[in-house]
Nanobody, 122 residues
């Protein structure tokens, strides 16, 4: 299967920056895409940004111009650079990888990390 390990969350003041990192490991044959979702208290999980390739990225309207997603295919890693953070960005951020694993080569499945807390507060 696939394990996703996230890092980089924490407490930051409004206007500050954080960089989240997520690395996938396991019996991976290929990864079609990676990305980030977030869930604030009392709210549904929502898309933040996804990336299939350098020319194929998708962002939530609320983070466009402030967040940048990138991917290192050789390391099965996805990064999220978050600038200009606002209190409303406070949430648990989850990494997701859409992958094919050994043993089920005809199945594409989403795998999720455990989440990392981002808190934006003065």
């Amino acid at each position: 299967q696939v394990q996703l390990v996230e890092s980089g969350g924490g407490l930051v003041q409004p206007g500050g920056s954080l960089r989240l990192s997520c690395t996938a490991s396991g019996s991976i044959l290929s990864i079609a895409g990676m990305g980030w979702y977030r869930q604030a208290p009392g709210k549904q999980r929502e898309l933040v940004a996804t990336i299939a390739s350098a020319s194929n990225k998708n962002y939530a309207d609320s983070v466009k111009g402030r967040f940048t997603v990138s991917r290192d295919n050789a390391k099965n890693t996805v990064l999220l650079q978050m600038n200009g953070l606002k209190p409303e960005d406070t949430a648990v951020y989850y990494c997701v990888a859409t992958a094919i694993v050994a043993g089920t080569p005809d199945t594409v499945k989403d795998y999720w990390g455990q989440g990392t807390q981002v808190t934006v507060s003065s």
